[in-house]
């Protein structure tokens, strides 16, 4: 069955270091990807996405990511977090199976110390 | 400004109330939806609605009816609530092209408390 996962439920990180954010999917093809972050009280906010072409995609915020076939991964990262990143992020992805389903990983927590 | 907007943000109410939560996109966008996300952060797709029809109903209790008047707007009506209907509610819309859409536009929730 499809899936998406999240395998960290939580991550700190001091402010100014980098960061990297785990994605995995399960797909017999590959779908489209996105990265979603969750301000506390707040709705979603979509960061980038993934369709096809360049692996490599740049997004909002100072966020980039890189889908990895032969893993099945989408991770997100950045060079230097600031502390107003501290948030809640979400992997999707969307993928045709008779009908379009869109499937949210379960989220990963992200702590920023000064 | 262009958003998707949903109303009330808090709610409070008994238990065996009915209650009704509005939204609406000025987007353009052909597609809605409604998510539940618990306490853990877990979002749940509960209905979606492409052009006002119906187009995802997953498992969710006959309590819960949608309502979408027209594609810029798509409410949710709760009756009999229960306790664990305590959660977060999301809209979301989306454009979808040949069967997939592009990303999703969040509004902000409507945080429910249920007594």
């Known amino acids: 069955a499809q899936s998406v996962t999240q395998p960290d439920i939580h991550i700190t990180v001091s402010e100014g270091a980098s960061l990297e954010l785990r994605c995995n999917y399960s797909?017999?093809?590959?779908?489209?990807l996105f990265w979603y972050v969750q301000s506390p009280g707040q709705g979603l906010q979509l960061l980038l996405k993934?369709?096809?072409?360049?692996?490599l995609v740049q997004g909002i915020k100072g966020f980039e990511a890189e889908f990895k076939r032969s893993q099945s991964s989408f991770n997100l990262r950045k060079p230097s977090v600031h502390w107003s990143d501290a948030a809640e992020y979400f992997c999707a992805v969307g993928f045709t199976s008779g009908t379009y389903k869109y499937i949210f990983g379960t989220g990963t927590r992200l702590k920023v110390l000064a | 400004d262009t958003a998707v907007s949903q109303t009330p943000k808090y709610l409070v109410t008994q238990m065996g109330n009915d209650k009704s939560i509005k939204c609406e996109q000025n987007l353009g966008h052909d597609t809605m939806y409604w998510y539940k996300q618990d306490s853990k952060k877990f979002l749940k797709i509960m209905f979606s609605?492409?052009?006002?029809?119906?187009?995802i109903n997953e498992t969710v209790p006959n309590r819960f009816s949608p309502k979408s008047p027209d594609k810029a707007h798509l409410n949710l009506h709760i009756n009999s609530l229960e306790l664990g209907d305590s959660a977060v509610y999301f809209c979301?819309?989306?454009?979808?092209?040949?069967?997939?859409?592009?990303?999703?536009?969040f509004g902000s929730g409507t945080r429910l408390t249920v007594v």
């Open positions: 609605y492409n052009n006002k029809e119906l187009i």
């Open positions: 797909y017999g093809a590959t779908p489209y």
């Open positions: 993934y369709f096809s072409g360049d692996t």
């Open positions: 979301a819309s989306s454009q979808v092209r040949r069967g997939q859409t592009r990303g999703y536009t």
